[in-house]
Nanobody, 119 residues
Framework: QVQLVESGGGLVQAGGSLRLSCAASGRTFSNYIMGWFRQAPGSEREFVASITWSIGRTYYADSVKGRFTISRDNAKNTVYLQMNSLKPEDTAVYYC????????????WGQGTQVTVSS
């Protein structure tokens, strides 16, 4: 049973930083892609960033490029999202997700963690 548990959300002022963590368990994730998504009130969930667990290839949404960094720690089975230069429009619930490399959709999701950026 795959489990993804996010942590690290909170309230921060514009221009500040937060680091989100996603602890993954239940299987070996070497053949997985891990992603971060977010959903603001009244909006659809949107892609933020992803990383291929085995080789560390990363992708970012244009809205966060240069400000957010996704990384993983193999020893801790944890994926991180370092968020710098935060803006009020980054306010959302952030979700960690996982999918097998050959899958076309993310099958596993965490419960989400709230990030609020005040102006």
């Amino acid at each position: 049973q795959v489990q993804l548990v996010e942590s690290g959300g909170g309230l921060v002022q514009a221009g500040g930083s937060l680091r989100l963590s996603c602890a993954a368990s239940g299987r070996t994730f070497s053949n997985y892609i891990m992603g971060w998504f977010r959903q603001a009130p009244g909006s659809e969930r949107e892609f933020v960033a992803s990383i291929t667990w085995s080789i560390g290839r990363t992708y970012y949404a244009d809205s966060v490029k240069g400000r957010f960094t996704i990384s993983r720690d193999n020893a801790k089975n944890t994926v991180y999202l370092q968020m710098n230069s935060l803006k009020p429009e980054d306010t959302a619930v952030y979700y960690c997700a996982a999918r097998e490399y050959v899958a076309t959709r993310y099958d596993y999701w965490g419960q989400g963690t709230q990030v609020t950026v005040s102006s």
